[in-house]
């Protein structure tokens, strides 16, 4: 159980185009979903907090005009990375959080990731 | 805000044997919850383990236990009879609540553990 896919796992595009991935929920329906970038061996930076039916919550620092989401059902989120540029290029990873019950917190189950290079 | 630190940029073990994976935090939340992600060279992030800053016991999931010591707000991973399929990047993580909800995860840096035959 607990199992997010993302489409594509890897993409290339020319510069100026717009991108989308979608992360989905396969066996379980989530609320609330995240998406993140990593760039080569670092750590996961939090982009944005996607919760069903309302806008994104966006972290300090990410252009929300630029990186699009959607949430449009329990089991989807989409991220659009408008106008890509070279240095968008980079691992996109999502997470849906599978509820924990009444005491404990949510536990994120995260895709495989996207590997978007911009050329 | 909260932080995480994971000193070892790299550990080596040998295959069957345990180790220790450190990890603290800082934070200023009264109850936060404490997560270990394993990060294959494949990409995909796998959830291992989870411990609740109010939870009286250490949490334990087969071979993996996490060693959660509150007052020196460290959170290490305890793998025991490593196998080469352990040989993974591995992300401590925090969440600012214990209690039920979704909440956003701050990531350490992640150490690089490589299993020896």
């Known amino acids: 159980g607990a199992v997010v896919s993302q489409h594509p796992s890897w993409v290339i595009c020319k510069s100026g185009t717009s991108v989308k991935i979608e992360c989905r929920s396969l066996d379980f329906q989530a609320t609330t979903m995240f998406w993140y970038r990593q760039f080569p061996k670092q750590s996961l930076m939090l982009m944005a907090t996607s919760n069903e039916g309302s806008k994104a919550t966006y972290e300090q620092g990410v252009e929300k005009d630029k990186f699009l989401i959607n949430h449009a059902s329990l089991t989807l989120s989409t991220l659009t990375v408008t106008s890509a540029h070279p240095e968008d290029s980079s691992f996109y990873i999502c997470s849906a959080s599978l509820p924990g019950g009444l005491v404990s917190t949510d536990t994120q189950y995260f895709g495989p990731g996207t590997r978007l290079t911009v050329l | 805000a909260q932080k995480i630190t994971q000193t070892q940029p790299g550990m080596f073990v040998q295959e069957k044997e345990a180790v220790t994976l450190d990890c603290t935090y800082d934070?200023?939340?009264?109850?936060?919850?404490l997560f270990w992600y394993k990060q294959p060279s494949s990409g995909e992030m796998i959830f291992l383990i989870y411990q609740g800053s109010y939870d009286q016991q250490n949490a334990t999931e087969g071979r993996y236990s996490l060693n959660f010591q509150k007052a020196r707000k460290s959170a290490n991973l305890v793998i025991s009879a490593s196998q080469l399929g352990d040989s993974a990047m591995y992300f401590c993580?925090?969440?600012?609540?214990?209690?039920?909800?979704?909440?956003?995860?701050?990531f350490g840096k992640g150490t690089k553990l490589s299993v020896i035959p």
């Open positions: 993580a925090m969440s600012p609540y214990s209690g039920a909800g979704s909440y956003q995860l701050t």
């Open positions: 934070t200023s939340d009264p109850s936060y919850g």
